[in-house]
């Protein structure tokens, strides 16, 4: 399968997915060095191409998932606490 096809599969399946009242979190995971970066840059221009909103954010520390991930869970509000921390 071309790059371009797969990138264009997975986004279909995104936009199913979505439900308009909620985010949609997609994660890429894999062993270092996979291509997980290049993939999500892929998805993420895709996606806003498809006019998706996206954030494209990189996780590395187990600890970061509490400041990124646990306010988008349904039924939490966004916060702007995390904004302009470093």
């Not at 985010?23 to 291509?35: F, K, S, T």
């Not at 993420?44 to 494209?56: E, I, T």
Request: hydrophobic letters at 45%.
């Amino acid at each position: 399968m071309r790059r371009e096809v797969l990138i264009e599969t997975l986004i279909s399946g995104i936009i199913s997915a979505k439900k308009a009242s909620e985010p949609l979190r997609v994660g890429v995971d894999g062993v270092d060095a996979a291509g997980k970066a290049v993939l999500a840059d892929e998805l993420g221009a895709a996606g806003r191409k498809a006019g998706l909103s996206v954030l494209r954010a990189s996780i590395d520390c187990v600890a970061l998932r509490t400041a990124l991930l646990d306010p988008l869970k349904p039924g939490r509000a966004p916060s702007n606490s995390t904004r302009g921390r470093s």
